[in-house]
């Protein structure tokens, strides 16, 4: 496991731009799919991103591609996520997660950062 530390949310209009930051510690954080996931208050937590390894292999939610853009630098040890055009439904608490190549489950999560977006 690794452990992960969000930062970067906070409330912003629609259609602003944030960026949030996960800084991952441990021996094994460069080898690792690192993933973003959101929880709004009443709905179960959901798939944001993910990114591989070596940062080739991307995947989004639907409901953010083309607006949200993962990203990690392997020699800082953080993952990005930069977030455009957000909407009203974006608002929810964003979490990092990472998890080994080889399975599906993430077995490591940070402890969230809040994003708001007012209409």
């Known amino acids: 496991q690794v452990q992960l530390v969000e930062s970067g949310g906070g409330s912003v209009q629609t259609g602003g731009s944030l960026r949030l930051s996960c800084a991952a510690s441990?021996?094994?954080?460069?080898?690792?799919?690192m993933g973003w996931f959101r929880q709004a208050p009443g709905k179960e937590r959901e798939f944001v991103a993910s990114?591989?390894?070596?940062?080739?292999?991307?995947a989004y939610a639907n409901s953010v591609k083309d607006r949200f853009t993962i990203s990690r630098i392997n020699a800082k040890n953080t993952v990005y996520l930069q977030m455009n055009s957000l909407k009203p439904e974006d608002a929810a608490v964003y979490y990092c997660?990472?998890?080994?190549?080889?399975?599906?489950?993430?077995?490591?999560w940070g402890q969230g950062t809040q994003v708001t977006v007012s209409s």
């Open positions: 997660a990472s998890r080994y190549v080889y399975t599906a489950n993430y077995d490591s």
């Open positions: 441990g021996r094994t954080v460069s080898t690792r799919v």
């Open positions: 990114i591989d390894s070596s940062g080739s292999r991307l």
